[in-house]
């Protein structure tokens, strides 16, 4: 079973970048979906990006596109986001998942992890 960690966030001036990453301490990460949300302050829990198994397709909610890049390598069982351009309406919780591809967008199936905080400051 997949079971998602992630790491890297931290405290960064607007125009800043980050890397974050996700790591599968289970099983099988090579054969999903990986998607990241987030989730600022006081809102409810959004889309951010997701990647086919096979890196083949990725998409984006529009509040980070060319901005924001998702990879994984499957040799490492990692998912990756790196966030370019930060903002200070980037500052949320980031979380990944595994799921379901729906259009542009991803429907989480797994458990939630804690997630890691990303605070761009102004």
């Known amino acids: 079973q997949v079971q998602l960690v992630e790491s890297g966030g931290g405290l960064v001036h607007t125009g800043g970048s980050l890397r974050l990453s996700c790591w599968d301490s289970g099983r099988g990460f090579e054969n999903v979906v990986v998607g990241w949300f987030r989730q600022p302050p006081g809102k409810e829990r959004e889309f951010v990006a997701s990647i086919t198994y096979n890196s083949d397709r990725t998409y984006y909610a529009d509040s980070v596109k060319g901005r924001f890049t998702i990879s994984r390598d499957n040799s490492k069982k990692t998912g990756y986001l790196q966030m370019n351009n930060l903002r200070p309406d980037d500052t949320a919780v980031y979380l990944c998942?595994?799921?379901?591809?729906?259009?542009?967008?991803?429907?989480?199936?797994?458990?939630w992890g804690q997630g890691t905080q990303v605070t761009v400051s102004s």
């Open positions: 998942n595994y799921g379901l591809q729906t259009g542009a967008s991803m429907v989480p199936v797994g458990s």
